[in-house]
């Protein structure tokens, strides 16, 4: 199976940095790569898909690049309410592997 | 708008049996699949395992295949997981998810179902 290593697995940055994550896939995954944001106690949110298709409603804060093994989320301004857990996940085939995920808090 | 409405919060013994729901609403004119996610406290998704509606047609995690199933009703409206032989390990928040078409991308979620397994 193929696995999904995102980094960091928590970070704490400023209102207004920019903050970048990491997703590598143990295989090329062409771009069948989406995002997901957790807010504590919430339920999971599609932020982006295909790498970099931003999902309807979603702030253009949010981007995501990348390609085959590597990819990444841009938050290019943190906000207070961006505060969460963020997944990758490959979904061309079984079994949609979701990342460890990666744990945002503001400093 | 697609919703998805999943049943309540279960408190159950170890090796007792329990199925939760999920049921859907809004526009299933279309193909897709309907999903199940596992989040143990603390901790991240993983995916259990999904199923067809229009077929019934089921495909499990290695990890989930045996220990639980996966099932739809006949009006394809409401999906179900169920465990024969719940285990305390099984504690978690149990998360519903559907596609829009044949993928794995997860663009509708349920609320979660929390299930406690403790003597």
């Known amino acids: 199976d193929i696995q999904m290593t995102q980094s960091p697995s928590s970070l704490s940055a400023s209102v207004g940095d920019r903050v970048t994550i990491t997703c590598r896939a143990s295989?090329?995954?062409?771009?069948?790569l989406a995002w997901y944001q957790q807010k504590p106690g919430k339920v999971p949110k599609l932020l982006i898909y295909a790498a970099s298709s931003l999902q309807s409603g979603v702030p253009s804060r949010f981007s995501g690049s990348g390609s085959a093994t590597d990819f990444t989320l841009t938050i290019s301004s943190l906000q207070p309410e961006d505060v969460a857990s963020y997944y990758c996940q490959k979904y061309n085939s079984a079994p949609p592997t979701f990342g460890q995920g990666t744990r945002v808090e503001i400093k | 708008e697609v919703q998805l409405v999943q049943s309540g919060a279960e408190v159950k013994k170890p090796g007792e049996s329990l199925r939760i729901s999920c049921k859907g609403s809004?526009?299933?004119?279309?193909?897709?699949?309907i999903s199940w996610v596992r989040q143990l406290p603390g901790k991240g998704l993983e995916w259990m395992g999904r199923?067809?509606?229009?077929?019934?047609?089921?495909n499990y995690s290695p990890s989930f295949q045996g220990h639980v199933t996966i099932s739809v009703d006949k009006s394809m409206t409401t999906a179900y997981l169920q465990w024969s032989s719940l285990k305390a390990s099984d504690t978690a928040m149990y998360f519903c998810?559907?596609?829009?078409?044949?993928?794995?991308?997860?663009?509708?979620w349920g609320q979660g179902t929390l299930v406690t397994v403790s003597s």
């Open positions: 998810a559907r596609t829009n078409g044949y993928n794995y991308l997860f663009v509708y």
């Open positions: 199923i067809d509606p229009r077929d019934s047609y089921t």
């Open positions: 295989q090329d995954i062409s771009n069948y």
């Open positions: 809004g526009d299933s004119s279309g193909p897709y699949w």
